[in-house]
C-alpha cells in the first residue's frame, strides 16, 4: 500500500477500498523495518492500534456511522497524557510515568475514531531545537540521517515525512511545530493561543505552548483542525466559541483569497542562507499570477523577540518544573537521604543538560532583584512585538518569512553552542509571543537535497484563511508530494 495522506487514506476506509487494520498493519510494518534508524518513537502501541483498528472496521462494515478519522493511524508527540502507554516527555524523570487521563487532543482524536499508533520522540520536556535534548532515543531527520530532523516536535515530524504514520499531534513553544516541519519537507501548523486545548499537555511555558498538526498537505492539517480545535472547560486558556468561532476549515478550503495582501519583511531576509532566500523569493513569485500584492511591512521590535522569549519561556519553565521533585511522582534518588537531597539528586540525576540550563536561567530571571530587570522587561518588550503584527495586518492579510536561517544542520554541530541552536527559532517566536497562528509548508530544496520550509503568519484566530493562502501555493506546486527514499 503507498503511503497515502491523511484525507486520501481516510475516504478509502470509509468507502471500503481498504480496512483501518491493512492501514496500521503498513504503518507497523514500515515503523518496524524503519524506525530502528529513524528513531521517530519512544512507544508504540501495537496491539491496542489493531483492535481498535478492527473495531472501526466492523462498525463500517456493519454500515454504522465512524467519525471524521475513521482508523486513519496517527501518533501524538509524548508531552500528551495518555491513559494508554507511559507519557515520558522524552525524560528520564517521567520515564515509567503513566498517566491517569488522557489529553483533551487524545480523546478528541479517539472521538474521531482515529488509531493511535504510537507517541513520538521529542527534545526533552519540549526544551530545543533539533531532538538532540531528548533523554531516552535519537531521531535523525529522513531526507539525511545525518541530520537533525528539528525540535521540539522532531520525532513527529520525522514520523510523517517517513511514512510511519498518516498525521501527528506536534506541540510549538518557540517554534517546534514549524521548524522540524520544514526541515522534515511536511507542514505543521501552529494554531492561535487558546484554540486547542492544552489540557493534557505536559507544560513547558505556559503562555506559549501550543498543540498543532503536522501532516503531508495543507488539507491533512485543516482536517484534523477540524478534530481538535474548539473550546474545552477544562482549560481555562481555551477561548470560548461565542468570542471566537471555530470555523469548517475543510469547507472553503480551495477558495482563494481574493486581493490578497501578502506582507514581506525583506530586512529580516539577511540572516537567512541564500538557498533559503531564493526559495522564498520563487515562492513569493507563485501568489502574483494568482492575484496576490506584495506589501513591504516592517516589524521594529523583531531583532527582541529572541532575548524576550528565553527570558519567559526559562522563567515558566522554572515554575512548572517545579513540580518534579522525585516525591510526588517520577524518579526517585536512591542515594537521597532526606527531603532536600531527595529533591536535589532526583533532578541532577534524571535531568538533561538543556532542561537544567533553562530551569537555571529562569529561575535567575525571577529571583528578588532581577524580576524587574529580565522578567518584567520581557514581557513589555512582548507587548510591543505584539503590537507591531497587529499594526502590519492591518495593512496584509497576511505575512511571510523563512521558518529557519538554515535546512536541517548536520547532528552534534550546535549542542556545543546554545546560542547558535537556540538562533534556531529566530523566525518563529514572535508568532508564539504575539499568540498569532502560523504555518509551515515545503516550498523547495537546498542543494544538498534538504527541504526547505515558509512560513506565512496570519492575524489572531484566522486559521481558516491562513490555511486557504497555504492552501493556494500548494496547489500550484509539487514540493509537498516529494518524499524521502525510505524504502
Known amino acids: 500500500m503507498e503511503v497515502l495522506s491523511l484525507r486520501a487514506l481516510r475516504d ?3 468507502a471500503g477500498r481498504t480496512t483501518s487494520v491493512e492501514a496500521v498493519r503498513m504503518v507497523l510494518e514500515r515503523i518496524g523495518r524503519i524506525d530502528t534508524m529513524v528513531g521517530a518513537y519512544i512507544s508504540v502501541f501495537e496491539e491496542q492500534a489493531l483492535a481498535r483498528a478492527a473495531e472501526i472496521d466492523g462498525r463500517i462494515a456493519a454500515g454504522l456511522p465512524v467519525g471524521a478519522l475513521a482508523g486513519a493511524p496517527v501518533a501524538v508527540k509524548d508531552n500528551m497524557c495518555t491513559a494508554f502507554g507511559a507519557t515520558t516527555c522524552a ?12 489529553a483533551t487532543v487524545v480523546g478528541r482524536l479517539s472521538a474521531a475514531d482515529a488509531v493511535i499508533v504510537g507517541k513520538t520522540n521529542m527534545d526533552e520536556f519540549a526544551m530545543g531545537s533539533s531532538t538532540e535534548n531528548s533523554g531516552l532515543r535519537r531521531t535523525v531527520n529522513p531526507w539525511d540521517t545525518g541530520r537533525v530532523p528539528g525540535g521540539s516536535s522532531g520525532g513527529s515530524a520525522a514520523a510523517v515525512a517517513a511514512g510511519l504514520c498518516a498525521a501527528a499531534l506536534g506541540s510549538d513553544t518557540g517554534g517546534s511545530i514549524r521548524q522540524p516541519a520544514a526541515f522534515c519537507g511536511v507542514v505543521g501548523l501552529k494554531p492561535t493561543y487558546g484554540r486547542v486545548s492544552r489540557y493534557g499537555l505536559v507544560a513547558y511555558g505556559s503562555s506559549l505552548d501550543q498543540i498543532g498538526p503536522l501532516t503531508r498537505t495543507v488539507e491533512d492539517a485543516a482536517l484534523l483542525m477540524n478534530v481538535i480545535a474548539g473550546h474545552d472547560p477544562s482549560d481555562s486558556t481555551s477561548v470560548c466559541e461565542s468570542m471566537a468561532p471555530v470555523s469548517d476549515y475543510l469547507a472553503d478550503l480551495d477558495r482563494p483569497v481574493e486581493g490578497l495582501r501578502i506582507g514581506v519583511v525583506s530586512s529580516l531576509n539577511a540572516g537567512a ?10 515562492a513569493l513569485a507563485v501568489y502574483r499570477p494568482l492575484g496576490a500584492e506584495l506589501i513591504e511591512v516592517e516589524l521594529p521590535h ?4 529572541i532575548a524576550a522569549y528565553y527570558v519567559i519561556a526559562t ?33 541532577a540525576e534524571a535531568l538533561g543538560q538543556e532542561v537544567k540550563r533553562r530551569i537555571m536561567l529562569g529561575t535567575y530571571a525571577l529571583s528578588s532583584g532581577y524580576y524587574d530587570a529580565y522578567y518584567l522587561k520581557a514581557l513589555k518588550v512582548r507587548n510591543l512585538i505584539r503590537t507591531d503584527l497587529v499594526s502590519a495586518f492591518e495593512r496584509c492579510d497576511c505575512i511571510i518569512m523563512p521558518v529557519a536561517p538554515t535546512t536541517a544542520f548536520n547532528i552534534g554541530e550546535k549542542t556545543d553552542d546554545p546560542l547558535q541552536m537556540y538562533l534556531s527559532d529566530i523566525y518563529t517566536i514572535s508568532a508564539n509571543l504575539a499568540g498569532i497562528p502560523g ?10 537535497g534538504m527541504p526547505i520550509g515558509m512560513q506565512i503568519l ?14 493556494m501555493y500548494e496547489r500550484q506546486t509539487q514540493w509537498h508530494q516529494r518524499r524521502p527514499d525510505m524504502g
Open 302 to 305: 523583531f531583532d527582541y523577540a
Open 458 to 471: 496570519s492575524p489572531a484566530f484566522s486559521e481558516d484563511r491562513l490555511l486557504r493562502i497555504a492552501r
Open 91 to 102: 525524560s528520564r524523570i517521567l520515564k515509567n510515568f503513566q498517566a491517569p487521563y488522557d
Open 315 to 347: 522563567a515558566e519553565a522554572s515554575s512548572n518544573l517545579a513540580r518534579y521533585d522525585g516525591v510526588h511522582y517520577g524518579h526517585r534518588s536512591k542515594q537521597a537521604e532526606d527531603y532536600v537531597a531527595v529533591y536535589s539528586k532526583s533532578r
Open 439 to 448: 504555518i509551515s509548508i515545503p516550498c523547495g530544496f537546498d542543494g544538498r
Open 273 to 282: 542562507d541564500p538557498a533559503v532566500v531564493k526559495a522564498l523569493d520563487e
Open 12 to 14: 478509502n476506509i470509509a
